[in-house]
């Protein structure tokens, strides 16, 4: 019997008009345009200045561009599942709101906190109610208003994020193409290095924490630097081993965007040049959950079918994973 596997057949995605760029940074924080560059390779990042856009704004421009170039209904998905650290609200889901604001009325949805490495995990998840043949369309959104945790007074976080909604669609196929294989590990002491500190059961919401700039994001920098330069290089590694993927055999490598000297430490791992490294971070910064997608997003049209591309993240929890995936379609 054929193996049914899940496929990636579209992508969509928003992304806010307005540019916040390295100098005007620079108006904000004592920093420059050489350091950002030189220690984290970002030159811009799209912010939204709607103060009325949430997540799942963002997420809901994603799908409708989705539905759009998939030729989808609404009332065709079974299911969506939202992947963001910046929900609209605590609860309920962004997932719910996103599926009843685009009119996704036969479907379940929940929303996945896995940080930088949210689009991996959704989609690892998303793969099985596919592949065991229980639902025909199913969509992974990966959303963040990263500028509403963001401390702007903070220089050693406030170059680093960006705002962003994207989706996929997955389908079934019987072909050999869609998700081969996924790795996906975490390791809880690493929220110690990266997290929110305020605003949850440990630490709700008070003037205190306001005034103590508590409701932003917190990260030791060098810390998660290392963790994240070993353990993506690692999971990237594992999985070309595991499939006795050659680096010749691999087309693209979609590494998250969080810093220029990760993704260069990843690919040299993986013996890729970078022709075969997507690379958007200059233009959009970190945007959490949705760098991948938006990769995939940005290079689509150089995507051929039977590509093999691996996916690899890390983020907050600690988080780590890596996706084997061949490509389902060509564009055009
Ligand atoms: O996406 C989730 C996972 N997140 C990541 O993967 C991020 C991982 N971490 C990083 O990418 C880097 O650690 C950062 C980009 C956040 C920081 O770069 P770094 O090279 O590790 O800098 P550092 O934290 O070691 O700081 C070195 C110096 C410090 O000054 P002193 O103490 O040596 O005087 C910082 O205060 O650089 C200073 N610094 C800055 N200087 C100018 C930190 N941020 C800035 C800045 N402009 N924006």
Redesign the pocket.
């Known amino acids: 019997m054929a193996t049914l596997r899940a496929a990636i057949t579209g992508v969509g995605a928003y992304l806010p008009e307005y540019i916040l760029t390295n100098d005007e940074i620079s108006t904000m ?4 345009d050489e ?2 560059m030189q ?2 390779g970002i030159k811009e990042r799209r912010i939204s200045k709607n103060p009325l856009e949430a997540t799942s704004d963002l997420g809901v421009k994603a799908v409708k561009d989705l539905l759009k170039k998939t030729k989808t209904t609404p009332g065709e998905i079974d299911m969506l599942i939202c992947a963001t650290i910046t929900p609209d609200m605590p609860f309920p889901a962004t997932a719910n709101i996103i599926a009843q604001k685009v009119g996704i009325n036969n479907a379940w949805s929940f929303d996945l906190n896995a ?2 490495s949210g689009f991996v995990f959704a989609l690892s998840t998303a793969v099985q109610f596919i592949e065991s043949g229980r639902y025909n369309k199913v969509i992974v959104v990966a959303g963040e208003k990263m500028s509403a945790i963001t401390n702007y007074t903070d ?6 994020f960006g705002d962003a909604g994207t989706a996929v669609l997955l389908e079934p196929t019987i072909e050999d193409v869609g998700v081969v294989d996924y790795i996906n590990r975490v390791n809880g002491l690493g929220r110690h290095h ?1 997290h929110m500190k305020a605003g949850g059961s440990l630490l709700p919401a008070t003037h205190e924490t306001v005034d103590r700039m508590e409701h932003f994001v917190y ?1 030791e ?2 810390v ?2 290392k963790a ?1 330069v070993s353990s993506m290089a690692d999971i990237a590694e594992e999985i070309m081993l595991k499939h006795n993927l050659k680096s010749e055999d691999i087309a693209w490598l979609v590494p ?1 965007q ?2 220029m ?2 993704i260069d430490a990843t690919a040299r791992r993986m013996g890729l040049g970078t022709e075969r490294v997507m690379i958007n971070i200059q233009k959009y910064g ?1 945007t ?1 959950s949705a760098t991948i997608p938006l990769c995939l997003w940005d290079y689509e049209k150089k995507l051929k079918k039977g590509d093999n591309v691996i996916l690899v993240a ?3 929890g600690f988080t780590w994973g890596s996706v084997y995936l061949k490509w389902a379609y060509d564009s055009n």
């Not at 924080?29 to 420059?32: A, C, P």
């Not at 220089?155 to 680093?160: G, M, S």
């Open positions: 924080v004592d920093t420059t350091w950002i220690r984290i940080a930088c220089r050693t976080t406030c170059p680093l990266l990260q920098g060098q998660v630097f994240a998250h969080a810093n000297r990760i970190n959490t890390f983020g907050a």
